[in-house]
Protein backbone atom coordinates (compact mmCIF):
# COMPACT_ATOMS: atom_id res chain seq x y z
CA UNK A 1 0.00 0.00 0.00
CA UNK A 2 1.61 3.02 -0.91
CA UNK A 3 1.63 5.87 1.79
CA UNK A 4 1.65 9.25 0.01
CA UNK A 5 3.92 12.27 1.55
CA UNK A 6 1.10 14.86 3.72
CA UNK A 7 0.64 17.47 0.95
CA UNK A 8 -1.46 19.67 3.28
CA UNK A 9 -0.34 19.72 7.10
CA UNK A 10 -3.99 21.74 8.06
CA UNK A 11 -3.70 19.95 11.05
CA UNK A 12 -2.61 22.31 13.42
CA UNK A 13 0.11 21.44 15.74
CA UNK A 14 -0.96 20.20 19.52
CA UNK A 15 0.82 21.56 22.22
CA UNK A 16 1.51 19.75 25.71
CA UNK A 17 -0.13 22.16 27.84
CA UNK A 18 -3.87 22.33 25.78
CA UNK A 19 -6.72 21.61 28.16
CA UNK A 20 -8.37 18.51 26.54
CA UNK A 21 -11.68 20.10 25.77
CA UNK A 22 -9.67 22.61 23.85
CA UNK A 23 -9.93 21.38 20.05
CA UNK A 24 -5.86 21.88 19.98
CA UNK A 25 -5.29 19.20 22.58
CA UNK A 26 -3.45 16.16 20.92
CA UNK A 27 -6.38 13.58 21.41
CA UNK A 28 -8.12 15.36 18.73
CA UNK A 29 -5.68 15.58 16.03
CA UNK A 30 -6.14 11.97 14.31
CA UNK A 31 -9.45 10.24 14.39
CA UNK A 32 -7.26 6.95 15.75
CA UNK A 33 -7.01 9.12 19.30
CA UNK A 34 -10.23 9.58 20.34
CA UNK A 35 -12.23 6.58 18.85
CA UNK A 36 -9.87 4.12 19.57
CA UNK A 37 -9.45 5.04 23.78
CA UNK A 38 -13.18 5.64 23.66
CA UNK A 39 -13.69 2.02 22.05
CA UNK A 40 -11.48 0.36 24.30
CA UNK A 41 -13.03 1.77 27.66
CA UNK A 42 -16.22 0.90 26.50
CA UNK A 43 -15.05 -2.92 25.51
CA UNK A 44 -13.67 -3.37 29.05
CA UNK A 45 -17.04 -2.01 30.95
CA UNK A 46 -19.45 -3.29 28.37
CA UNK A 47 -19.35 -6.79 28.39
CA UNK A 48 -19.17 -7.04 32.86
CA UNK A 49 -22.81 -5.33 32.52
CA UNK A 50 -24.48 -7.47 30.32
CA UNK A 51 -23.02 -10.28 31.89
CA UNK A 52 -24.53 -8.81 35.17
CA UNK A 53 -27.70 -7.80 33.62
CA UNK A 54 -27.46 -11.50 32.65
CA UNK A 55 -27.47 -13.02 35.82
CA UNK A 56 -30.01 -10.27 37.18
CA UNK A 57 -27.76 -8.46 39.16
CA UNK A 58 -28.48 -4.84 37.65
CA UNK A 59 -31.64 -2.38 38.25
CA UNK A 60 -34.66 -2.28 35.63
CA UNK A 61 -33.48 1.48 34.55
CA UNK A 62 -30.61 0.13 32.82
CA UNK A 63 -31.30 -1.36 29.33
CA UNK A 64 -28.51 -3.57 28.95
CA UNK A 65 -29.83 -6.70 27.67
CA UNK A 66 -29.26 -9.38 24.82
CA UNK A 67 -29.93 -7.30 22.21
CA UNK A 68 -28.31 -3.96 23.94
CA UNK A 69 -25.11 -6.38 23.62
CA UNK A 70 -25.70 -7.57 20.15
CA UNK A 71 -26.08 -3.99 18.85
CA UNK A 72 -23.43 -2.18 21.38
CA UNK A 73 -20.60 -4.76 20.22
CA UNK A 74 -21.03 -3.98 16.74
CA UNK A 75 -22.13 -0.88 16.12
CA UNK A 76 -20.76 0.92 19.44
CA UNK A 77 -17.68 -0.73 20.32
CA UNK A 78 -16.34 -2.12 16.63
CA UNK A 79 -17.99 0.55 14.38
CA UNK A 80 -15.73 3.46 16.80
CA UNK A 81 -12.73 1.48 15.73
CA UNK A 82 -13.13 1.25 12.44
CA UNK A 83 -13.88 4.64 11.95
CA UNK A 84 -10.79 5.93 14.26
CA UNK A 85 -8.59 3.72 11.71
CA UNK A 86 -9.98 4.83 8.45
CA UNK A 87 -9.95 8.25 9.34
CA UNK A 88 -6.06 7.33 10.36
CA UNK A 89 -5.08 5.56 6.88
CA UNK A 90 -6.94 7.83 5.06
CA UNK A 91 -4.67 10.52 5.72
CA UNK A 92 -1.87 8.18 5.03
CA UNK A 93 -3.69 7.30 1.62
CA UNK A 94 -4.61 10.66 0.46
CA UNK A 95 -1.96 13.39 2.12
CA UNK A 96 -5.18 15.14 3.30
CA UNK A 97 -6.52 15.84 6.29
CA UNK A 98 -9.27 14.24 7.96
CA UNK A 99 -11.57 15.33 10.76
CA UNK A 100 -9.59 16.40 13.51
CA UNK A 101 -9.76 19.41 16.19
CA UNK A 102 -13.82 20.71 16.84
CA UNK A 103 -15.23 17.99 14.20
CA UNK A 104 -13.57 14.93 15.58
CA UNK A 105 -15.22 16.49 19.20
CA UNK A 106 -18.66 16.62 17.55
CA UNK A 107 -18.31 12.95 15.87
CA UNK A 108 -17.01 11.80 19.04
CA UNK A 109 -19.42 13.49 21.61
CA UNK A 110 -22.12 11.85 19.18
CA UNK A 111 -20.71 8.62 19.41
CA UNK A 112 -20.44 8.29 23.01
CA UNK A 113 -24.47 10.13 23.33
CA UNK A 114 -25.53 7.08 21.28
CA UNK A 115 -23.98 4.79 23.98
CA UNK A 116 -25.25 6.79 27.09
CA UNK A 117 -28.55 6.77 25.23
CA UNK A 118 -28.77 3.17 23.87
CA UNK A 119 -28.20 2.16 27.80
CA UNK A 120 -30.32 4.29 29.60
CA UNK A 121 -32.87 6.08 27.05
CA UNK A 122 -34.23 3.57 25.00
CA UNK A 123 -36.61 4.97 22.36
CA UNK A 124 -36.65 7.03 19.27
CA UNK A 125 -34.59 9.73 20.46
CA UNK A 126 -31.96 6.86 21.12
CA UNK A 127 -31.84 5.32 17.77
CA UNK A 128 -31.69 8.61 16.16
CA UNK A 129 -28.84 10.00 18.58
CA UNK A 130 -27.72 6.30 17.46
CA UNK A 131 -28.19 6.10 14.06
CA UNK A 132 -26.80 9.44 13.25
CA UNK A 133 -22.83 8.71 14.04
CA UNK A 134 -22.12 6.20 10.79
CA UNK A 135 -23.31 8.99 8.17
CA UNK A 136 -21.80 11.47 9.89
CA UNK A 137 -18.76 10.11 10.11
CA UNK A 138 -18.85 8.44 6.26
CA UNK A 139 -19.50 11.94 4.51
CA UNK A 140 -16.06 13.80 5.59
CA UNK A 141 -13.76 10.43 4.37
CA UNK A 142 -16.32 10.52 1.30
CA UNK A 143 -14.96 14.17 0.78
CA UNK A 144 -11.28 13.37 1.17
CA UNK A 145 -11.33 10.44 -0.80
CA UNK A 146 -13.05 12.15 -3.85
CA UNK A 147 -11.13 15.54 -3.71
CA UNK A 148 -7.69 12.89 -3.71
CA UNK A 149 -9.25 10.78 -6.63
CA UNK A 150 -8.49 8.03 -4.46
CA UNK A 151 -11.38 5.74 -5.99
CA UNK A 152 -9.55 2.53 -4.60
CA UNK A 153 -10.51 3.18 -1.43
CA UNK A 154 -14.31 4.57 -2.04
CA UNK A 155 -15.79 1.16 -1.11
CA UNK A 156 -14.92 1.62 1.98
CA UNK A 157 -17.67 4.41 2.32
CA UNK A 158 -20.35 1.99 0.76
CA UNK A 159 -19.65 0.05 3.30
CA UNK A 160 -20.03 2.05 6.25
CA UNK A 161 -23.60 3.23 4.05
CA UNK A 162 -23.87 -0.67 4.30
CA UNK A 163 -23.64 -0.77 8.31
CA UNK A 164 -25.87 2.54 8.48
CA UNK A 165 -28.60 0.71 6.84
CA UNK A 166 -28.31 -2.08 8.90
CA UNK A 167 -27.94 -0.40 12.38
CA UNK A 168 -31.44 1.28 10.81
CA UNK A 169 -32.85 -2.15 10.31
CA UNK A 170 -31.78 -3.04 13.69
CA UNK A 171 -33.47 -0.07 15.49
CA UNK A 172 -36.87 -0.44 12.98
CA UNK A 173 -37.18 -3.88 13.98
CA UNK A 174 -36.47 -2.25 17.86
CA UNK A 175 -39.43 -0.28 17.71
CA UNK A 176 -41.22 -2.62 16.18
CA UNK A 177 -41.66 -0.56 13.10
CA UNK A 178 -40.34 -3.96 10.87
CA UNK A 179 -41.14 -7.61 11.48
CA UNK A 180 -37.50 -8.52 11.94
CA UNK A 181 -35.19 -10.61 14.52
CA UNK A 182 -32.81 -8.70 15.89
CA UNK A 183 -29.88 -10.87 15.14
CA UNK A 184 -30.48 -10.39 11.62
CA UNK A 185 -28.63 -7.19 11.05
CA UNK A 186 -26.14 -7.52 14.06
CA UNK A 187 -24.92 -10.45 11.89
CA UNK A 188 -25.07 -8.21 8.85
CA UNK A 189 -23.03 -6.06 10.34
CA UNK A 190 -20.50 -8.43 11.17
CA UNK A 191 -20.23 -9.89 7.97
CA UNK A 192 -19.69 -6.50 6.49
CA UNK A 193 -16.82 -5.47 9.14
CA UNK A 194 -15.16 -9.05 8.39
CA UNK A 195 -15.51 -8.05 5.10
CA UNK A 196 -13.63 -4.99 5.65
CA UNK A 197 -10.97 -6.90 7.58
CA UNK A 198 -10.26 -9.43 4.62
CA UNK A 199 -9.87 -6.60 2.30
CA UNK A 200 -7.20 -4.36 3.90
CA UNK A 201 -5.44 -7.66 5.75
CA UNK A 202 -4.87 -8.78 2.07
CA UNK A 203 -3.51 -5.63 1.15
CA UNK A 204 -1.24 -4.81 4.80
CA UNK A 205 -0.50 -8.03 6.59
CA UNK A 206 1.85 -9.35 4.01
CA UNK A 207 3.63 -6.14 3.61
CA UNK A 208 3.71 -5.93 7.76
CA UNK A 209 5.43 -9.32 7.87
CA UNK A 210 7.94 -9.12 4.91
CA UNK A 211 9.10 -5.41 6.79
CA UNK A 212 8.64 -7.27 10.04
CA UNK A 213 9.77 -10.76 10.12
CA UNK A 214 13.22 -11.50 8.98
CA UNK A 215 13.35 -14.02 5.86
CA UNK A 216 9.91 -13.87 5.18
CA UNK A 217 9.27 -13.65 1.48
CA UNK A 218 4.96 -13.54 2.31
CA UNK A 219 3.17 -13.78 -1.42
CA UNK A 220 0.68 -11.50 -1.96
CA UNK A 221 -2.01 -12.83 -4.25
CA UNK A 222 -4.78 -9.80 -5.34
CA UNK A 223 -7.12 -12.14 -7.29
CA UNK A 224 -7.19 -14.77 -4.39
CA UNK A 225 -8.38 -11.88 -2.19
CA UNK A 226 -10.73 -10.21 -4.16
CA UNK A 227 -12.39 -13.93 -5.27
CA UNK A 228 -12.01 -15.02 -1.32
CA UNK A 229 -14.03 -11.38 -0.65
CA UNK A 230 -16.85 -12.29 -3.44
CA UNK A 231 -17.43 -15.55 -1.66
CA UNK A 232 -17.90 -14.60 1.86
CA UNK A 233 -19.67 -11.45 0.44
CA UNK A 234 -21.91 -13.84 -1.37
CA UNK A 235 -22.14 -16.62 1.36
CA UNK A 236 -23.27 -13.57 3.88
CA UNK A 237 -25.95 -12.95 1.54
CA UNK A 238 -27.41 -16.61 1.27
CA UNK A 239 -27.01 -16.67 4.75
CA UNK A 240 -29.06 -13.55 5.74
CA UNK A 241 -31.66 -14.35 2.65
CA UNK A 242 -32.22 -17.98 4.54
CA UNK A 243 -31.18 -19.93 1.56
CA UNK A 244 -30.87 -23.44 2.02
CA UNK A 245 -27.70 -25.03 3.55
CA UNK A 246 -26.56 -26.93 0.39
CA UNK A 247 -25.92 -23.45 -1.20
CA UNK A 248 -24.65 -21.46 1.93
CA UNK A 249 -22.50 -24.16 3.09
CA UNK A 250 -20.29 -24.39 -0.16
CA UNK A 251 -20.11 -20.74 -0.52
CA UNK A 252 -18.99 -20.65 3.25
CA UNK A 253 -16.46 -23.53 2.46
CA UNK A 254 -15.37 -21.52 -0.52
CA UNK A 255 -14.62 -18.22 1.70
CA UNK A 256 -12.91 -19.89 4.38
CA UNK A 257 -10.52 -21.90 2.54
CA UNK A 258 -9.32 -19.47 0.30
CA UNK A 259 -8.96 -17.14 3.32
CA UNK A 260 -6.97 -19.41 4.79
CA UNK A 261 -4.99 -20.30 1.67
CA UNK A 262 -3.97 -16.77 1.58
CA UNK A 263 -3.00 -16.55 4.97
CA UNK A 264 -0.52 -19.45 4.06
CA UNK A 265 1.14 -17.71 1.61
CA UNK A 266 2.06 -14.90 3.88
CA UNK A 267 4.08 -17.29 5.81
CA UNK A 268 2.86 -17.16 9.10
CA UNK A 269 5.08 -19.60 10.73
CA UNK A 270 7.49 -16.41 10.15
CA UNK A 271 6.14 -14.53 12.94
CA UNK A 272 5.70 -16.37 15.98
CA UNK A 273 8.66 -14.20 17.55
CA UNK A 274 7.09 -11.12 16.50
CA UNK A 275 3.86 -10.11 18.35
CA UNK A 276 2.72 -7.54 16.40
CA UNK A 277 2.66 -9.79 13.57
CA UNK A 278 1.37 -13.57 14.58
CA UNK A 279 -1.63 -11.59 16.13
CA UNK A 280 -2.85 -10.49 13.05
CA UNK A 281 -2.35 -13.69 11.22
CA UNK A 282 -3.99 -15.85 14.13
CA UNK A 283 -6.65 -13.28 14.08
CA UNK A 284 -7.45 -13.33 10.35
CA UNK A 285 -7.02 -16.94 10.71
CA UNK A 286 -10.43 -17.07 12.41
CA UNK A 287 -12.02 -15.56 9.53
CA UNK A 288 -11.61 -18.73 7.79
CA UNK A 289 -12.51 -20.85 10.61
CA UNK A 290 -15.73 -18.16 11.43
CA UNK A 291 -16.88 -19.71 7.43
CA UNK A 292 -16.44 -22.86 8.14
CA UNK A 293 -18.72 -23.19 11.09
CA UNK A 294 -21.44 -20.87 8.97
CA UNK A 295 -21.11 -23.97 6.92
CA UNK A 296 -21.84 -25.95 9.72
CA UNK A 297 -24.74 -23.98 11.03
CA UNK A 298 -26.30 -23.45 7.90
CA UNK A 299 -26.41 -27.13 7.79
CA UNK A 300 -27.92 -27.56 11.58
CA UNK A 301 -25.23 -29.02 12.83
CA UNK A 302 -24.00 -25.95 15.32
CA UNK A 303 -25.33 -22.64 16.28
CA UNK A 304 -25.28 -19.54 14.74
CA UNK A 305 -23.73 -18.30 17.90
CA UNK A 306 -20.40 -20.60 17.58
CA UNK A 307 -19.63 -19.06 13.62
CA UNK A 308 -20.85 -15.41 14.57
CA UNK A 309 -18.79 -15.25 18.06
CA UNK A 310 -15.72 -17.08 16.52
CA UNK A 311 -15.98 -14.29 13.47
CA UNK A 312 -16.40 -11.71 16.01
CA UNK A 313 -14.72 -11.90 18.97
CA UNK A 314 -11.53 -14.14 16.90
CA UNK A 315 -11.20 -11.79 13.88
CA UNK A 316 -13.19 -8.92 14.38
CA UNK A 317 -11.67 -8.22 18.29
CA UNK A 318 -8.30 -9.73 17.78
CA UNK A 319 -7.31 -8.17 14.30
CA UNK A 320 -8.92 -4.98 15.83
CA UNK A 321 -6.58 -4.68 18.87
CA UNK A 322 -3.70 -5.92 16.74
CA UNK A 323 -4.38 -2.49 14.79
CA UNK A 324 -5.32 -0.02 17.69
CA UNK A 325 -1.52 -1.13 19.36
CA UNK A 326 0.22 -1.08 15.64
CA UNK A 327 -1.14 2.01 14.87
CA UNK A 328 -1.14 3.99 18.15
CA UNK A 329 2.83 2.85 18.11
CA UNK A 330 3.70 4.16 14.52
CA UNK A 331 1.31 7.43 14.44
CA UNK A 332 2.46 8.27 18.21
CA UNK A 333 6.14 7.87 16.75
CA UNK A 334 6.83 5.28 18.98
CA UNK A 335 8.90 1.64 17.53
CA UNK A 336 6.86 -1.26 16.00
CA UNK A 337 7.72 -3.23 18.88
CA UNK A 338 5.41 -4.98 21.25
CA UNK A 339 6.30 -5.67 24.60
CA UNK A 340 4.94 -8.00 27.31
CA UNK A 341 1.70 -5.87 28.15
CA UNK A 342 1.02 -5.85 24.05
CA UNK A 343 1.45 -9.98 24.19
CA UNK A 344 -1.02 -10.70 27.42
CA UNK A 345 -3.58 -8.25 25.48
CA UNK A 346 -2.95 -10.91 22.40
CA UNK A 347 -3.31 -13.53 24.30
CA UNK A 348 -6.59 -12.28 26.51
CA UNK A 349 -8.53 -12.45 23.18
CA UNK A 350 -7.55 -15.40 21.88
CA UNK A 351 -8.28 -17.09 24.99
CA UNK A 352 -11.36 -15.25 24.63
CA UNK A 353 -12.38 -16.49 21.43
CA UNK A 354 -11.64 -19.77 22.56
CA UNK A 355 -13.97 -20.23 25.82
CA UNK A 356 -16.52 -18.13 23.92
CA UNK A 357 -16.65 -21.06 21.10
CA UNK A 358 -16.84 -23.27 24.00
CA UNK A 359 -19.67 -21.77 25.43
CA UNK A 360 -21.73 -21.56 22.30
CA UNK A 361 -20.81 -24.79 21.03
CA UNK A 362 -19.56 -27.11 23.19
CA UNK A 363 -21.80 -29.41 26.47
CA UNK A 364 -24.51 -27.63 28.34
CA UNK A 365 -22.82 -27.41 31.76
CA UNK A 366 -19.48 -25.27 30.76
CA UNK A 367 -22.20 -22.34 29.27
CA UNK A 368 -21.87 -20.39 32.01
CA UNK A 369 -18.14 -20.75 33.46
CA UNK A 370 -17.04 -20.66 29.47
CA UNK A 371 -19.18 -17.37 29.42
CA UNK A 372 -18.08 -16.03 31.98
CA UNK A 373 -14.52 -16.73 31.17
CA UNK A 374 -14.74 -15.14 27.81
CA UNK A 375 -16.02 -12.20 29.29
CA UNK A 376 -13.31 -11.97 31.69
CA UNK A 377 -10.69 -12.29 29.04
CA UNK A 378 -12.21 -9.90 26.74
CA UNK A 379 -12.38 -7.11 29.70
CA UNK A 380 -9.19 -8.01 30.88
CA UNK A 381 -7.75 -7.48 27.03
CA UNK A 382 -8.90 -3.86 26.66
CA UNK A 383 -8.89 -2.46 29.88
CA UNK A 384 -5.03 -3.46 29.56
CA UNK A 385 -4.92 -1.55 26.11
CA UNK A 386 -6.73 1.30 27.83
CA UNK A 387 -4.30 1.32 30.84
CA UNK A 388 -0.91 1.41 28.45
CA UNK A 389 -2.14 3.54 25.98
CA UNK A 390 -3.70 6.06 27.32
CA UNK A 391 -1.33 8.49 28.16
CA UNK A 392 0.09 7.48 24.20
CA UNK A 393 -2.89 8.60 23.04
CA UNK A 394 -3.68 11.55 25.50
CA UNK A 395 -0.03 12.94 24.37
CA UNK A 396 1.90 14.33 21.57
CA UNK A 397 3.61 12.50 19.16
CA UNK A 398 6.97 11.83 20.43
CA UNK A 399 8.75 12.67 17.62
CA UNK A 400 7.54 15.81 17.04
CA UNK A 401 5.48 15.33 14.01
CA UNK A 402 1.38 16.50 13.40
CA UNK A 403 -1.14 13.79 14.24
Keep these: MAI ?23 VWQLGFRPFYLLAA ?11 ASYLGWLPDGLQVGLGWHMHEMVFGFA ?20 PHGAPLMALAGLWLAGRVAMAGFPGVAAALADWLFLPLAAWPLYRVLRR ?11 LLALLALANGLYHAAALGWLALALSVPV ?30 TPVASPKRAMLAAACMATAGIAWLAGAPGALTAPLSLAAGALSLASLLAWQPQRTLRVPLLWILH ?18 GWLPASAAFHALAVGSMAGLIIGMMTRTTLGHTGRPLKAGRAEAWMYWLIQLGALARLLAAAGPGALYMPALLAAGLCWS ?9 YAPRLWRARVDGREG
Design 282 to 299: LSYAWIGIGFALLALASL
Design 148 to 158: AGNTRNLFLVG
Design 4 to 26: TPIREPSISRATAGTAPWRPGHP
Design 380 to 388: LAFALFALV
Design 79 to 98: VAVVVGFLYTAGRNWTGLAT
Design 187 to 216: QAAILIIVLIESVIGARVIPMFTRNGAPGS
Design 41 to 51: LFAAVSIPLWL
